[in-house]
């Protein structure tokens, strides 16, 4: 009866002109949900085999076969109707250039990739047809005057999708239960969508498996224009009820949007839209949000009760409000600059029942207006008192003003803050009562936060404490807000901070001492930290905070040690900081991301706890992640360099790293995640090296378009899809193949699929000396290279093949035929080894010559580079290089005790001759040695006058030789190496055959 009775109200008021008096309403409820507004009836009839149709002719010829009554006219349309297509193939009905009337009515479709196909079509209409569990539902391009009434579809993945369509109707249709988006537009125009039900879409999960990602929702539009949205009802669909982007001229009318997770309706990248008679009511994010929008226009919605605010504008400008009704919810603003803050006007608005009062560029005065939320823009010396304003979005919002006079007020229950204040000061702020929300402060200058006077402020009934310009000292006990600006030497410790909107505010502070305190339950963050430094923070507690449990930005020197992040919307958010050290932390449980850090460095993650929420790393330089517990818990890396990841367990999880570059992964156990373990795009000059990446349910490690990247003695074991794959999936970058990859010493073992899978782009990377055992079963192959559209393929040679290890009658331990790999490429491995080469024994691979390396002419200056040594017990290795003028009869030294890939050897001096060799020779600092030499001779011809000359530096020693492994490795022009490699080895290798298990 009283979800009845709400109801009634609000269609009483929505059908009038709306007035001041509004009572507070929680709820249009018993709007009714699928398919139960719209009749649609679920058809089943006789089986049919799929249609493809290509041209007129061919709907013609299908037509008369079939029986279809009509001829093609608009007074006499070919009718379809009553199909029953139920398929696992890829399209149901297909049809394409085709500009017939007809209609297609009455069909029942089942398990497609897409149900219903219409490209280059005009005057068709689909009517009162049911299609389940289909990825595209009913997808539409380029065509014209197309008509989409009373269908449903459900349990799909995009249901209706047009793309460059124009003059079409989407009308009366239920829509509910796909996994992506319920409707989508896209680069369409002067389209109507009208009386649709859409639910519970983009449901993760859903659809064979497919899931919708934010920005998708209930009804998408994207790039199009024209667009009319009039009485739909869109409710409880994941990621927001309508999200639009890039899009201008569209209309929302009369529109009902509640109960959708994230923002009723979200608008990016807008202009000249026009929203009017819209109920947006009980979505978990802003009712109404834009975002880089402008020249909007808002008149007479009614706003109801949505958590994060009821109309937000974001680096927005331009827009007009009028006559709108907020109810349990206000307005936002937000923006860096300060035409983001200015709008074209803002008349007859009311929140809760009274006046949105909105003054900008005043001097002077006083509110006395009992308002029901103030919005201060721009404005000099004005006093703020005797207000009482209640479950607003922000009680008093203050941007860009100064000499204010705010006090004896109460703010009460407001959703995000009593009082905000952005590049505002000087201001007084004295003897207000704040119940539920506090006080925040925003501004990239100390100068934003330095304020005349703010005394005597309450929240939640115990004191806001508000420092500035102090050294030394203890913060009082039992405060419900901390804000410190410019404040040196302070502890904070016993503190319980709840219920508020920041805990802990800590701006243009130093040498803090933060210990033994409780931040729970705050709106925003528990502790944030603005341009600080030399801070510790010790055994506190942050949990079940809205926002973050702790913002970290610009800081520097901050130890975090012992605490415990768990239950918030985002555990810790870290931008642009650097020297942070983060020691027995736990991070558990946060809604979204565990741990966020962006654009910072020398970051130490140690014996710490992740689980249950994710972890993103984008890391400049030096940080260093050791002896964490990852679990149920994604590492995402993007564009990070120069880091290192150290004995770390990641356990029903998998790193992805992505544009990152010359970190180290070693020690690490990835195991049991229900992906690949490890996955690179575009990474390169990685090392991943002693790992153990085993029961994984896809793969062990995959390399996407990702090149000179290091896998040296790991073990690669027992997961459900291949070992190693490396393929270049996005030919669209033709200049990041994945080649040049280094793959050596690794136990790939009793994986599902093969061991390694190469395909594509992928060409010129190295595997050797790998034990391949028991790979594939059930198949002859336990590798496949189907790379293809290269001249250099890949270096198979070496390796050991369980299922292929003899015969070997000179007994030089190579198998006497080459090992034959699966795949287009026809590639093997040449010399097979007869027993697996072990890391456990301390032994030094030989280094592989590059340049020169044979049938070079030569001249003036040259670099000699190699592929790298590798010690199996991980010794630091030098290198010394000789050369020969007599085909390697005598040798002459050039140079000792080199660290790095290369040398610079300049041969103008040195006579002409065609029988000259180099020779690179490894040492470890155990006293073990491993010799290349040149595969054939090479040439040296006179000097020539004028030459370029290359720079003479060697290359810079770095702290790691297995990072140097990738920064000076040049694998071009790479030729195989002869058998003799296995003679040099031969002395190291394990007597026993006993297989890898």
């Not at 079939?66 to 007074?75: F, P, V």
């Not at 003028?885 to 000792?896: N, V, Y």
């Not at 694998?971 to 031969?986: P, W």
């Amino acid at each position: 009866m009283i979800k009845n009775f709400i109801m009634l109200l609000l269609i009483v008021l929505f059908s009038s002109t709306l007035t001041p008096q509004v009572e507070i309403i929680n709820s249009p409820a018993d709007i009714p949900k699928q398919s139960s507004l719209f009749s649609s009836s679920v058809i089943q009839n006789v089986p049919s085999p799929a249609i493809e149709i290509h041209s007129n002719a061919e709907f013609i010829a299908k037509a008369n076969s079939e029986g279809w009554t009509g001829n093609g006219t608009a007074s006499n349309p070919y009718i379809i109707d009553g199909l029953d297509i139920v398929s696992e193939t890829w399209y149901g009905i297909n049809i394409w250039n085709v500009d017939l009337h007809f209609q297609i009515s009455n069909c029942f479709l089942k398990n497609m990739g897409q149900s219903l196909i219409l490209s280059n079509v005009a005057h068709c209409k689909l009517i009162n047809n049911t299609v389940v569990n289909s990825y595209w539902g009913i997808w539409v391009s380029h065509s014209y005057n197309i008509n989409i009434t009373n269908n449903t579809i459900m349990n799909g993945g995009n249901a209706v999708y047009f793309r460059g369509s124009f003059n079409c109707t989407i009308s009366h249709n239920t829509i509910f239960n796909n996994s992506v988006v319920g409707i989508w537009l896209e680069e369409s125009n002067k389209t109507v969508i009208t009386s649709n039900s859409v639910s519970n879409n983009c449901q993760s999960g859903r659809g064979g498996g497919h899931s919708g990602s934010r920005r998708d929702g209930g009804i998408k539009l994207s790039g199009s224009c024209n667009i009319s949205l009039i009485d739909n009802f869109v409710h409880e669909n994941f990621y927001g009820g309508i999200n639009t982007g890039g899009s201008f001229h569209i209309s929302y009318i009369n529109n009902t949007i509640f109960d959708n997770t994230d923002h009723g309706i979200y608008l990016g990248y807008l202009n000249q839209n026009t929203f009017t008679h819209n109920i947006v009511s009980n979505n978990t994010g802003v009712g109404i949000s834009f975002y880089h929008s402008y020249n909007n226009s808002l008149f007479n919605n009614l706003i109801i009760n949505n958590s994060e605010g009821g109309i937000g504008f974001s680096e927005s400008w331009n827009n007009t409000l009028s006559a709108n009704n907020l109810t349990r919810n206000g307005l936002i603003i937000d923006g860096e600059a300060f035409e983001t803050y200015s709008q074209n006007g803002f008349e007859d608005n009311f929140v809760n029942g009274k006046p949105l009062i909105f003054w900008e560029g005043i001097r002077g005065g006083s509110i006395l207006t009992d308002a029901g939320q103030i919005i201060l823009i721009n404005v000099t010396g004005v006093e703020i008192t005797g207000q009482n304003i209640s479950f607003a979005s922000c009680g008093l919002l203050v941007a860009f003003c100064k000499e204010l006079n705010i006090h004896d007020n109460t703010f009460t229950n407001n959703s995000n803050y009593g009082i905000a204040l952005f590049r505002s000061s000087n201001n007084i702020i004295q003897a207000n009562n704040l119940m539920g929300k506090g006080i925040a402060f925003y501004g990239e200058k100390i100068e934003d936060w330095l304020q005349s006077s703010i005394v005597d402020n309450l929240i939640n009934g115990r004191p806001l404490i508000y420092w500035q310009n102090t050294i030394g000292g203890t913060i009082p006990p039992n405060a419900e807000q901390i804000i410190l600006v410019n404040v040196s030497d302070a502890e904070i410790t016993g503190q319980i901070i709840t219920y508020t909107s920041y805990g802990l505010i800590a701006a243009f502070c130093k040498e803090l001492n933060i210990h033994n305190n409780v931040f729970n339950y705050n709106k925003f963050t528990g502790i944030s930290l603005l341009d600080s430094s030399n801070v510790t923070l010790e055994n506190n507690e942050i949990c079940k905070n809205i926002g973050y449990g702790v913002w970290i930005d610009n800081s520097a020197e901050v130890d975090l040690i012992d605490l415990a992040f768990m239950n918030n919307s985002d555990g810790i958010w870290l931008n642009n900081s650097f020297n942070i050290f983060f020691t027995n932390i736990t991070v558990m449980n946060n809604n979204n991301e565990g741990m966020e850090i962006q654009n910072s460095c020398n970051i130490t993650i140690n014996n710490s706890i992740v689980s249950k929420n994710n972890i993103k790393l984008n890391l400049c330089n030096y940080s260093l992640i050791i002896d964490t517990y990852v679990n149920n818990s994604d590492l995402s890396i993007s564009e990070s360099w120069n880091n290192t990841f150290s004995n770390n367990i990641i356990s029903f999880s998998r790193i992805d790293l992505r544009r990152s570059c010359c970190n180290i992964f070693t020690a690490n156990l990835i195991t049991n995640n229900t992906y690949t373990g490890i996955g690179l795009v575009f990474s390169h000059n990685n090392v991943f090296t002693n790992n153990s990446i085993i029961n994984n349910d896809e793969g062990g490690i995959y390399l996407d378009d990702s090149r000179n990247n290091t896998l040296i003695s790991n073990t690669i074991a027992s997961n459900n899809g291949v070992g190693i794959e490396i393929g270049q999936y996005y030919p669209w970058y033709p200049d990041e193949p994945s080649s040049s990859n280094f793959i050596i010493n690794n136990i790939i073992s009793n994986n599902q699929k093969q061991g390694i899978a190469i395909s594509d782009y992928a060409f010129n990377n190295i595997i050797s000396w790998n034990s391949f055992v028991g790979n594939n079963p059930g198949s002859t192959y336990q590798a496949r290279d189907s790379s293809l559209g290269q001249s250099i393929s890949n270096n198979f040679n070496h390796n050991y093949w369980d299922d292929w290890v003899d015969p070997d009658v000179n007994a030089d331990g190579i198998v006497d035929k080459p090992y034959i790999l699966a795949g287009s490429a026809r590639n093997q491995d040449n010399y097979p080894l007869v027993k697996p080469f072990f890391t456990e024994e301390h032994a030094l691979l030989p280094p592989t010559i590059i340049s020169p390396n044979g049938r070079e002419i030569l001249e003036n200056m040259i670099t000699i580079t190699w592929i790298p040594s590798h010690d199996t017990h991980f010794h630091s290795i030098k290198y010394s290089i000789y050369y020969s003028s007599d085909a390697g009869t005598t040798w002459t030294m050039l140079e000792e005790d080199i660290v790095g890939t290369e040398y610079v050897w300049d041969i103008r001096t040195f006579p002409s001759s065609s029988f000259y060799m180099i020779k690179v020779i490894a040492f470890c600092s155990e006293g073990l040695n491993a010799t290349d030499i040149s595969d054939e001779l090479f040439s040296i011809v006179s000097y020539t006058e004028n030459p370029t000359i290359p720079s003479t530096s060697k290359p810079a020693t770095g702290p790691s030789s297995l990072l140097m492994m990738t920064l000076f490795v040049i694998y071009s022009g790479l030729r195989r190496k002869k058998s003799r490699k296995l003679i040099k080895l031969s002395r190291y290798q394990k007597s026993d055959s006993n297989k890898i298990g």
